[in-house]
């Protein structure tokens, strides 16, 4: 049999409904490649034995003709989603072993839909940050390499790698400003954040609630249409979710775009981006074009104030939501002299850098004295934002942007330079201001060999043009391309 772990999602689902193979030959062919995968350290926690056991499930639901949308799927699942009885941690030290006694919406979903798990996927910790290292567990390590290691971005770095890789089919990540978009275009796969609202945020464990957005990290656009049918839906649990069907946007993958128009924001033109990716965004233009898309200039003016604001109500978010690791429930706790210093002690020692400078910008932008002048003003400039998109909506039904101002870099090159870091997220962060879906689609290799992506951003719950979109792109494009292996 040839190796099972270079299929698509969409390729393995078919080849176990001819019965080609079944699921637990596709498990254990995952299995070795996650065993022999160590140094890309983009798993926390195997849950190999469980995976078998689900195979084999699995493989006698099929044979009594019961299957479901993910029937017998090795997947990755980010460890941000609350898995009942396995141990979910977030990146960080001060969830410790914590084992949550329910599960995430999310992934009940995909159980139901009869997905096999391989494991919990490493990130940055608490989903913040934009090269994976800043967890806890230790950075990922992107499968592209040049000469030295390259970081797989963030903060969904374990799931993009593990996809690259061909260590699962695919997998969940969450996207608060970047985190499913950026890492799919440093590691040539493909990565869609749905509409604010399409997939439950009950049982994720939340960095900033009115921003976070669970979506897949794919092989194709197919692939991660067929995930996000399985990953969406509305929950009672979830104030925040909504309530209409799920489209087919699996048939959505492939439809023509003939006549529909394209915005090119011109404000996405930034000082400094290289030459390569400027012409990678003309090239799509061209493509798109040529696929019979019409393509209109559009501006969204308020772009430049995305990223402040952005870096404004992320962390005032996260230092309510990270109020509550506090050593008292669950995870770590370090006793001290009375409850205050035990408090201090187990938050000093729980949460890293990146996670303590968070919380300190957060609770400063939301005290009183500063409230109206950070808080309130960013949140004034999200509407601006917000109504940019609502005009140039009236011009087009989609725009198409770089994903990324830079190719993957190398690991330790702008850890300790935060504000460098944070412009990683400059053209997705928008999509996230406003509550839009948006993906990124593997476009083509820089000079150096390396992924780049293309983004395409549309309307609100109109996945369906998006993935329309990203599939003609993704054709037009004809990435094939996989990393080396080396690991
Ligand atoms: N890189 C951004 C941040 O650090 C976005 C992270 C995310 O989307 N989870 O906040």
Redesign the pocket.
């Known amino acids: 049999m040839s190796d099972l772990t270079k299929l698509t999602l969409s390729d393995a689902l078919g080849g176990m409904a001819k019965g080609d193979f079944n699921s637990v030959e596709l498990t254990e062919a995952h299995i070795k490649a996650c065993e022999g995968a160590g140094k890309l350290n983009a798993f926390i926690t195997d849950t190999h034995d469980l995976a078998r056991e689900q195979a084999k499930a699995s493989d006698a639901r099929r044979a009594s003709g019961s299957v479901g949308k993910l029937e017998g799927a090795p997947l990755g699942i980010k460890d941000l989603f609350c898995t009942e009885g396995v141990k979910t941690c977030a990146g960080s030290k001060i969830l410790g072993d914590f084992q949550p006694p329910y599960e995430s919406s999310v992934t009940a979903n995909m159980k139901a839909d009869g997905m096999v798990m391989l494991g919990k996927l490493n990130l940055?910790e608490f989903?913040?940050?934009?090269s994976n290292e800043t967890s806890s567990y230790g950075p990922v390590i992107n499968p592209w390499r040049k000469n030295e290691d390259l970081v797989p971005g963030?903060?969904s770095g374990g799931s993009a790698s593990a996809v690259a890789a061909d260590l699962c089919l695919g997998a969940t990540a969450?996207?608060?400003?970047?985190?499913i978009r950026?890492p799919a275009s440093f590691t040539g796969t493909v990565g869609i954040k749905p509409t604010y609202g399409r997939c439950s945020r009950w049982g994720t464990v939340a960095?900033a609630s009115s921003l976070d957005q669970a979506g897949p990290i794919a092989k194709t656009v197919k692939d991660s249409a067929i995930l996000l049918e399985s990953m969406s839906g509305y929950d009672p649990k979830d104030s925040t979710s909504i309530d209409a069907p799920v489209p087919d946007w699996v048939s959505a993958c492939g439809a023509s775009i003939k006549g529909l128009r394209i915005g090119i924001p011109k404000e996405y033109t930034i000082d400094g981006m290289p030459a390569e990716i400027e012409k990678l965004w003309q090239q799509g233009i061209e493509w798109l074009k040529a696929a019979g898309a019409e393509i209109v200039d559009v501006s969204l003016p308020h772009t430049k104030y995305a990223l402040p604001a952005y870096y404004v109500v992320?962390p005032a978010e996260a230092s309510s939501n990270l109020a509550r690791y506090d050593g008292m429930r669950y995870g770590l706790r370090v006793e001290g002299e009375n409850l205050a210093d035990t408090y201090e002690r187990t938050r000093t020692e729980g949460f890293g850098d990146e996670v303590r400078r968070r919380i300190m910008i957060g609770t400063y932008v939301l005290s009183a004295g500063y409230y109206d002048a950070y808080y309130l003003r960013a949140q004034k400039v999200r509407t601006k934002i917000a109504d940019d998109f609502k005009a140039a909506w009236e011009k087009c039904d989609a725009l198409l942007t770089p994903t990324c101002p830079s190719a993957p870099f190398a690991v330790g090159r702008k850890v300790n330079d935060p504000i460098t870091m944070?412009l990683?997220?400059i053209f997705t962060v928008t999509a996230n201001l406003a509550g839009l879906p948006g993906i990124s689609v593997p476009a083509a290799l820089d000079a150096d060999g390396l992924p780049l992506g293309l983004q395409i951003i549309g309307r609100a719950m109109d996945e369906e043009t998006v993935f329309k979109a990203a599939s003609a792109l993704e054709t037009a494009a004809g990435f094939t391309a996989k990393p080396t292996k080396w690991w």
């Open positions: 940055d989903a913040m940050g934009s963030g903060s969450t996207d608060t400003g970047g985190s950026q960095f992320a944070y990683n997220d």
